[in-house]
């Protein structure tokens, strides 16, 4: 029986070759994943996915030559033995041992530098906003104008530990399958449902027993009158938590100090309308809350969720805000990025950013012909002599427009609840209704003075011009509506449709 080696089949130097390769990327990774000082799951899918992908790929290859040239030899008839010898004097052999020499040495290379570099690019936030995740564009236009902009995405979209990170991989394969087949949602559904709870993430910087005291914040808002009147109120916001001078556990952080537990049934997807929730206090006694017209929930049905309270309850949106036109719009206005010495500014403001647009080359046409048009048909004086200011506030607009509205993906602050106030959505008014009631009748408090002090406000901008006393004032509106607002949510006139 003739002796033959097996490495006469070209299929051979290739699966040596990028076995070797991928080998030798694995253990460059390894040791910079053993002696890097962060923990990133994306680099993980590179050091133990990719590089023993590509290991395995090589063997598969050394078999398949296996194979060929087995099957080989069996057709001609002949009766040869494969081994893994060296055979110097088969000229078969030498031409495949330099094809598999040379094919290491670049393989080697090539697979080293495009495997670190991957691994690099895996731990930037330009991977998850834009490379692999286009259709994640509103959601990284909006994260790099917040306050968390240096915080990588997966810090709290993954975390630490493997229980998160293969969920997270799952995921991603089926989010790889809707872009590819464009079978994604518009918009991207939210909340997200496989997010892990904050007190693993979010608790990482900000820790609730470091929460404690008042802040004191100002917004000024200005009216849809001719003049864009300005109305400041000054709030003195009970922040709260555990109070390091009395112990007391108070304000509005209140919700997540101390062992207390609190639980809610959400009657929708988006977890906007709260029906029936419980709090478990820290002795063990547990109060329910439920609205008395509504049926309480079905814990034997397995489509009703009970979810336990966390920080992203209220601060659901701490890095992808969008800013609804009216907020967007007096924040331009108090910087004077936006004149409001354009008369109708706001309203007209308001108009442009909340119509309809296909897409954003047809808003961006659109809103500087509307501006340009309203002033010249209505205010020609303006329109001429401040055309500086004109060019400002169009270009202010457009830049609010491109940084909160997404026609493409249907994405906007309709779409986009933010539960952090009761003035755009009903946020804390969900639970705090005044409605929901225990088994006594007691109700949960909706009083203003329950979470904030108005300790200023008035028709003005300069804080010395306002009605003033840090007792506390009782609200105003800037429009006479009389007693209206005690009866009723902000959430009732303020609309989507108004723009807020």
């Keep these: ?26 253990v460059v990774l390894l040791l910079i994943d053993l002696t890097t000082g962060t923990d990133n799951p994306y680099r993980s899918l590179v050091t133990f996915v990719i590089a023993p992908s590509i290991v395995t790929a090589g063997f598969l290859l050394f078999l398949a030559s296996i194979y060929l040239q087995v099957r080989s030899a069996r057709k001609r008839g002949e009766r040869v033995r494969f081994n893994l010898s060296i ?31 991957a691994y690099e690019a895996t731990d930037s936030v330009a991977f998850c906003g834009e490379t692999c995740h286009v259709v994640m564009e509103p959601q990284s236009v909006t994260y790099h104008n917040s306050p968390h902009a240096r915080v990588p995405c997966v810090e709290c979209h993954i975390g630490p530990g493997a229980s998160f990170y293969v969920r997270s991989k799952f995921d991603g394969i089926r989010q790889l399958f809707a872009t590819a087949l464009n079978t994604y949602s518009r918009p991207i559904e939210t909340p997200v449902e496989n997010l892990r709870p904050a007190q693993e993430t979010c608790e990482g910087c900000h820790w609730p027993k470091q929460f404690y005291g008042d802040k004191l914040v100002a917004h000024t808002y200005y009216r849809t009158d001719e003049d864009n009147s300005p109305w400041t109120t000054k709030l003195l916001v009970k922040i709260g938590g555990g109070n390091p001078r009395t112990g007391v556990e108070e304000g509005i952080h209140w919700h997540m100090i101390g062992s207390k537990q609190i639980d809610y049934v959400p009657s929708d997807q988006k977890r906007q309308e709260i029906r029936w929730l419980r709090l478990i206090k820290s002795d063990g006694d547990t109060i329910v809350y439920r609205d008395p017209d509504v049926d309480p929930p079905d814990f034997d049905d397995p489509e009703t969720e009970l979810r336990r309270f966390d920080c992203m309850d209220c601060h659901n949106r701490p890095s992808h805000s969008f800013l609804p036109p009216a907020k967007a719009l007096n924040l331009a206005l108090s910087t004077r990025n936006i004149s409001p010495e354009l008369k109708y500014i706001r309203e007209v403001g308001l108009e442009v950013l909340n119509s309809e647009y296909v897409d954003r080359e047809q808003a961006n046409e659109a809103i500087p012909k509307a501006i340009h048009e309203y002033y010249q048909e209505n205010y020609p004086e303006l329109a001429e002599n401040a055309q500086p200011e004109i060019e400002q506030a169009i270009t202010t607009l457009l830049k609010i427009y491109n940084e909160n509205f997404f026609p493409e993906m249907k994405t906007d602050y309709r779409e986009r609840e933010n539960n952090l106030s009761h003035f755009v959505n009903d946020g804390c008014f969900r639970c705090h209704d005044g409605i929901m009631e225990n088994d006594h009748g007691e109700t949960i408090s909706n009083a203003c003075s329950t979470c904030h002090l108005i300790v200023s406000q008035g028709p003005s901008e300069n804080l010395e011009e306002l009605e003033s006393d840090l007792g506390g004032l009782t609200f105003k509106h800037p429009e006479d509506i009389d007693e209206a607002w005690t009866e009723m949510k902000c959430t009732e006139c303020h609309t989507p449709e108004s723009g807020y």
């Design 1 to 26: 029986m003739k002796k033959r080696t097996l490495f006469r089949h070209p299929l051979a130097a290739v699966g040596g070759a990028l076995f070797l390769a991928g080998g030798a990327l694995f």
């Design 87 to 117: 055979d110097p004097s088969d000229p078969t052999y030498l031409r495949n041992l330099w094809l598999f020499l040379g094919l290491s040495a670049g393989l080697i290379i090539l697979v080293i530098y495009s495997g670190t570099r």
